[in-house]
């Protein structure tokens, strides 16, 4: 009999789990960035293994919102929480111990999945701090892959007995469409400065998959028309930028435009967050 059940990786912003997931799936799935909440929506990668698949969750991370872009993220994150069959518990093992979850995630009822604390970025602490972290949760490295054997035995011995729900050589669940969005924004987080990449969208308005050369015109939506000239930079130098970031992980030969566009305060408005997808 087969295994197959969902896993969700929680932790307030920037403790891996993009890192993680990308790892596990084997592929650049999600977006990493040093910078916190570069996830808004929640990316699901799969990893099949003998009998069993894994449905992974990488969400966005639990914190307080301070507006209304923050808390569509927090609901996204709870919502899933509440379907998962295994928690994953994510903190960086340099700043363990870690606080208990219920406290991080402040759900309205305890979580009805088991809960493993997992310690990330393991290579960052002595052995022998890895030792003592590992007595009493697991200690995971996403650079190495040190320990990510004894998390992956572990979830799979909580996962339910169930026919496999994809194919087990896919690694992930959604459509290029949304890798696009996904795709901009982590080259939004790499070229512009500190603050802009939270006030950064994008929105693909025209896809055309089935023709050759795939044709793909996106929209990129500011806040503000002072951060517009900003992301097309001097004669288009940081727009050029942006779009050959995301041309190399686009299929061979595709054809993207890219539209800069001001939707005023588009995170605290709930016209736009939802057209956006939030």
């Known amino acids: 009999m087969t295994k197959c059940g969902h896993v969700g990786f929680a932790g307030v912003p920037n403790v891996g789990k993009s890192s993680l997931l990308n790892r596990l799936v084997g592929t650049h799935l999600a977006i990493v960035s040093p910078k916190a909440q570069a996830t808004r929506i929640p990316t699901v990668g799969l990893l099949t293994e003998g009998d069993t698949q894994m449905v992974l969750y990488d969400l966005p991370g639990l914190l307080e919102p301070s507006y209304l872009m923050q808390e569509r993220m927090r609901h996204l994150a709870e919502e899933r929480l509440g379907k998962v069959d295994v928690i994953l518990y994510l903190h960086p093992a340099p700043e363990a111990p870690a606080p208990d ?3 991080v995630a402040r759900l309205e009822t305890p979580a009805r999945a088991p809960v493993l604390t997992v310690y990330t970025k393991g290579d960052m602490v002595p052995e022998a701090r890895r030792m003592e972290l590992t007595r009493n949760a697991f200690v995971v490295s996403s650079e190495t892959g040190d320990g990510i054997p004894a998390v992956l035995a572990r979830v799979r011995e909580l996962l339910p007995e169930a026919p496999f729900e994809f194919d087990p050589d896919d690694v992930g669940t959604q459509p290029l469409r949304f890798f696009v969005v996904e795709y901009l924004r982590e080259a939004a987080f790499e070229l512009l400065g500190e603050e802009l990449p939270y006030s950064f969208t994008a929105e693909v308005e025209e896809f055309r998959e089935q023709k050759r050369p795939v044709y793909i015109r996106v929209n990129l939506y500011v806040e503000r028309e ?29 054809f993207i435009e890219l539209f800069v566009k001001v939707d005023k305060d588009w995170q605290r408005r709930p016209r736009s967050v939802e057209r956006l997808g939030y």
């Open 101 to 103: 979850f219920q406290s």
């Open 226 to 254: 002072s951060q517009k000239g900003i992301v097309i930079g001097r004669d288009g130098s940081v727009l050029k930028a942006v779009g050959t970031a995301v041309r190399d992980q686009l299929p061979p030969g595709a």
